[in-house]
């Protein structure tokens, strides 16, 4: 049978030829807009420009901000999820832009931060033939992302962003890096906006379906231990486990210790919290960990710098570790008993298990070390950065989002500025990323407009990425940029001071500019404190101040040291807790 | 006139620290850059790919790789984690030579300047169940197929003749029984 086709009137081909067709970039935009995204942090160039030009031609909820240097678009993103639990979008160009962006996509991988990274690329023909402003940034990516994809079809643009925001915010969440031609970007998109996902290889589900055999053998660990020490991650925050975590910790008496990037999930004022342990971890915390008889670690990756001397750790211990990874389970520590889940899920059906503990003799056993070696620092001698965080928290209450950069500043702040909620600590873990600090506060303030956000930086760190002045002066963001000034990069003085006979090496940061005078230039706020007596009216006058950015260039001590600290690949029973006073051999351990 | 004929390929000195002779199967989204991916989590932890066989799955979405690795013993727990990790993995295994059928092929080049010779190498071939599938006046191709330690030997045996070059597919692996691979 043959089948006549009507001819279309003439007027309806015009109107459909007149009808502005949606092109691969803006459909990728209006996925994104679907997606919830909220903030895309950015900067512009040649292959992405019709990404760019989708951001002024689709309707979107979305906000973009132009930042100065793609790695601080990076960390913006970064910030902005740490402080939210949700994605931003970077978006840059190709080349340079995109490889630009390598540290923070670390940074986030690390630390199992979400965050989508879309770049710019040559067009498809070019790809290989070292075509200007062409990086093979699919390649160079992939040991630090979760996933990534470079785009070959239009009409595949919206199931790639689909795909890249649920891998990146499902299971333990990461950056996905999504690599898209120009020509990708700039040809009509014929497909279907509302596309189903298809990754056969990606269960994140599993995580909700552990074994419950496996929960009932980690109860009778737990309720037949003696001296029992909950060592709380960032994967229990990420679960959103902070109400089981607690209830866990009081029906158990149940001491708890927190990572780096775990402070918050239990509250640090808490009788029943040892605060952070590790290398630079509180003493007590560090000494539970040794003379414990059950580590139960809740979402986190035992870190090398938490752990030490890999063997010793724990030697003394059953342990139990809970993760949504199976890749974590073993890798570092073996444990007595894994259990590969989310933690939230797994604490749930385990509380009830639980019977309650009497645990009164260890706990005043680890109140007699939390009195024995209390933080502290000294008064005299010069301003200290430790004076500067406390006063900073006792003024704040607490109650700011801190983020900040890598060195002794955040080994005290972490001390120091104790936390008592999820999500206000943000730090780069494990990428140890300087110039982190400040542009994370960007994202972070962004994120939370009505919060305080501190930045505390040290003066090597903050002159990494100190350009984004300009885009916190823009958006008249109210950040306290707390440069803890040593003029050292304290931390590597520190090192070089106690294992390679205080030969300073690569470390004298002469040159620092007038912090004050910079922060003038961009159109922020600067205030000077150099007297330890002036410190207290000199923070608040910057926490007063709310009509944009206010750097507070703190001008302490040169030469002082974090304690404890445990040397890199050490035991936990080597911590020192004050100056050695015979030499030191050069640590095992990197870093 | 004389001809010196190149020979490629050397015997290997044995590595005390290290084990090889494991077999990992994986099922993997058939697409640009995925065997990439895979190779980076075994070079990152300085384990070395002895073979690789990668081809179409019988549905075309999927490929699937057999790799022969030796590195650290210790590890390959953690490795084969870290590659089902990925997103384009479907799944990753290790197969036990008890468990799984594994086989490869191998050609193998041998100058052959003389009736004696040739008479001598058919002999092996033969034994070996191989064939002859190139044969010049003073060479020969020869295909060995089986398992790797069959194909380890009939290359030792040949050794004893002059060997231009050996070209070997890799291992590839099949679970035994019903079991998938």
Redesign the interface.
């Known amino acids: 049978m043959i089948e006549f086709q009507t001819e279309k009137p003439i007027f309806d081909i015009m109107a459909a030829a007149k009808q502005p067709e949606m092109d691969g970039a803006q459909a990728l935009i209006k996925t994104l807009d679907e997606l919830g995204v909220e903030y895309v942090f950015g900067y512009s160039g040649g292959a992405a420009l019709p990404i760019f030009d989708a951001l002024e031609t689709v309707a979107t909820n979305m906000k973009f901000v132009l930042t100065r240097h793609e790695q601080g678009a990076t960390h913006m993103a970064d910030g902005y999820a740490r402080a939210t639990g949700k994605p931003a979008v970077v978006l840059v160009t190709s080349g340079p832009g995109a490889g630009n962006t390598i540290t923070g996509i670390m940074t986030a991988q690390m630390d199992s931060v979400p965050m989508i990274i879309i770049t710019g690329q040559q067009v498809t023909w070019m790809l290989g033939k070292d075509a200007f402003q062409e990086a093979d940034i699919?390649?160079i990516t992939?040991?630090v992302v979760?996933?990534n994809y470079?785009v070959r079809e239009t009409n595949e643009l919206p199931r790639i962003a689909r795909e890249a925001h649920h891998?990146a915010t499902t299971g333990r969440p990461g950056p996905v890096l999504v690599d898209v031609p120009k020509n990708v970007s700039q040809s009509p998109f014929t497909g279907d906006l509302d596309v189903e996902i298809d990754?056969?290889?990606?269960n994140p589900e599993a995580a909700y379906h552990f074994d419950v055999d496996s929960v009932e053998e980690a109860a009778r660990l737990i309720n037949a231990a003696k001296k029992p020490v909950v060592l709380a991650g960032h994967g229990a925050m990420i679960a959103g486990a902070e109400s089981e975590l607690m209830e866990f910790a009081e029906k158990r008496g149940c001491p708890v210790t927190s990572t780096l990037l775990g402070k918050g999930v239990f509250p640090e004022t808490h009788p029943l919290s040892l605060g952070m342990l590790g290398m630079h971890g509180t003493a007590y915390a560090n000494k539970a960990m040794v003379e414990c008889d059950l580590i139960f670690n809740v979402g986190s990756r035992f870190d090398d710098r938490i752990i030490g001397q890999a063997d010793k750790f724990g030697a003394q211990a059953k342990i139990i570790h809970i993760d949504i990874?199976?890749?974590e389970?073993?890798?570092m520590i073996k444990p007595d008993l894994g259990i590969v889940g989310d933690a939230k899920a797994v604490l749930t059906a385990l509380i009830p298990m639980v019977e309650k503990g009497d645990t009164k003799g260890w706990l005043d056993h680890l109140d007699g070390y939390r009195k024995k070696y209390p933080l502290a620092y000294k008064k005299q001698g010069g301003l200290r950065m430790q004076q500067v965080l406390d006063e900073i928290y006792e003024l704040t209450d607490g109650d700011a989002i801190v983020t900040t950069d890598v060195g002794q500043h955040q080994m005290w702040a972490a001390q120091f500025y104790r936390n008592d909620a999820s999500w206000m600590w943000l730090s780069s873990g494990g990428a140890g990323t300087m110039g982190f600090g400040f542009p994370a506060a960007i994202g972070a303030q962004f994120a939370c407009p009505d919060a305080t956000v501190i930045a505390v930086c040290g003066d090597g760190g903050f002159q990494m990425t100190l350009c984004e002045l300009a885009t916190a002066v823009i958006h008249k963001l109210p950040i306290k940029i707390l440069v803890l000034n040593n003029h050292y990069l304290g931390m590597v003085r520190q090192w070089q001071e106690l294992f390679f006979d205080n030969r300073e090496s690569g470390v004298d940061l002469l040159g620092n500019p007038d912090f004050v005078k910079l922060a003038e230039a961009y159109g922020a706020k600067g205030i000077n404190i150099k007297r330890p007596a002036d410190v207290q009216k000199k923070l608040q006058e910057a926490l007063d101040y709310n009509e944009g950015p206010v750097l507070i260039n703190a001008e302490c001590v040169k030469t002082d040291n974090v304690f404890p600290m445990i040397p890199a690949g050490a035991a936990l029973e080597d911590m020192l807790t004050e100056p050695p006073k015979r030499k030191m051999e050069k640590p095992v351990g990197s870093t | 006139m004389s001809r010196t004929i190149p020979t490629t390929d050397k015997k290997p000195k044995p590595r005390p620290d290290i084990v090889g002779g494991h077999t990992l199967s994986m099922y993997?989204?058939n697409k640009?850059?995925v065997l990439?991916?895979i190779c980076?989590v075994f070079a990152?932890r300085a384990y070395n790919i002895d073979s690789l066989v990668v081809s179409q799955g019988r549905d075309p979405r999927f490929s699937r790789l057999t790799l022969g690795i030796s590195g650290d013993p210790a590890g390959l727990?953690?490795i084969i984690?870290?590659c089902?990790?990925?997103?384009?993995?479907?799944h990753c295994h290790e197969h036990l030579p008890a468990d799984a059928v594994v086989r490869e092929l191998a050609m193998i080049k041998v100058h052959v300047p003389d009736a004696e010779r040739r008479t001598e190498v058919l002999q092996i071939v033969e034994h070996f169940g191989g064939k002859t599938v190139d044969l010049t006046e003073r060479s020969m191709i020869i295909r060995i197929e089986g398992a790797s330690d069959k194909v380890d030997a009939a290359i030792r045996l040949l050794g004893n003749y002059e060997i231009i070059e050996t070209v070997r597919t890799g291992k590839v692996v099949m679970a035994r029984g019903e079991q998938g691979t």
Not at chain 2, 84 to 90: G, N
Request: hydrophobic letters at 35%.
């Open positions: 699919f390649g992939i040991p979760k996933h470079l891998i990754l056969p290889g990606y990874d199976p890749s389970m073993g890798k | 993997v989204n640009p850059g990439m991916r980076q990152r727990p953690q984690l870290q089902d990790k990925l997103i384009d993995v479907i």
